[in-house]
């Protein structure tokens, strides 16, 4: 089955620098890469996802980036501020219906 | 709309008994995806239902199990509960479409005791 690996587990800026969280996947099928956001006690909600056709995409200060061939992609949080403080999951799917998670990265923004 | 709701938001058990938690999702969803999630472990796949039928299984023991409903809510059920049960479980609600947004509950918040 699919297996997804997210670095860092931990990450730690100063606000107003960028934050990168990376994911590589196991399963060359895999077409759709959401990212979904944490806030402490919270329910995860989805932030950006992209799909296997689309290299980037981009929403205001968040962006995703996918690379197929080396079976990676990245989230980019540019000028971040307190509030992007969260467990950040990335996450694949191959058959349209399981949703595989990495273990996820606690972003602290430090004011 | 009314999003995903999940019943009870807590839950005291002690080892060797029974629970079932409940998921609604929105409405018009058909599929519901149940996920255990533990502190440094992420959220770990355990089913997904769609139109009453489990379409996929995650790798959790027999004890984990669920059914969905004609009107999509779904249930889980955990029998013999064991310590290591102890988690949040989380339900997610998708319209049914390929690679669609999932849709998280709040969660149950499960401790065995």
């Known amino acids: 089955g699919e297996n997804v690996e997210q670095h860092p587990s931990t990450l730690s800026v100063q606000e107003g620098d960028s934050a990168v969280i990376k994911c590589t996947y196991s399963?060359?099928?895999?077409?759709?890469f959401p990212w979904y956001k944490q806030e402490l006690g919270k329910r995860p909600q989805l932030i950006i996802d992209?799909?296997?056709?689309?290299g980037e995409k981009k929403d205001q200060r968040i962006a995703v980036t996918l690379n197929k061939t080396a079976k990676h992609f990245s989230l980019h949080i540019t000028e971040t501020q307190p509030e992007d403080s969260a467990v950040y999951f990335c996450?694949?799917?191959?058959?349209?219906?399981?949703?595989?998670f990495g273990e996820g990265t606690q972003l602290t923004v430090n004011p | 709309k009314a999003g995903v709701t999940q019943t009870p938001r807590y839950l005291i058990k002690t080892r060797g008994q029974q629970v079932t938690l409940s998921c609604s999702p929105i409405?018009?969803?058909?599929?519901v995806s149940w996920y255990q999630q533990t502190p440094g472990q992420g959220l770990q796949f355990l089913f997904e239902?769609?139109?009453?039928?489990?379409?996929n299984k995650g790798n959790f023991p027999g004890r984990f199990s669920g059914r969905q409903f004609s009107n999509s809510r779904s249930e889980m059920n955990v029998s013999t509960l064991e310590l290591g049960d102890s988690a949040l479980y989380l339900c997610?609600?998708?319209?049914?479409?390929?690679?669609?947004?999932?849709?998280f509950g709040q969660g149950t918040r499960l401790t065995v005791v």
């Open positions: 409405s018009g969803h058909r599929s």
């Open positions: 996450a694949a799917e191959t058959s349209g219906s399981r949703l595989t």
């Open positions: 239902y769609f139109s009453e039928t489990q379409r």
């Open positions: 399963d060359s099928a895999s077409n759709y």
């Open positions: 997610a609600s998708r319209t049914g479409g390929v690679y669609t947004e999932a849709f």
């Open positions: 992209i799909r296997s056709n689309v």
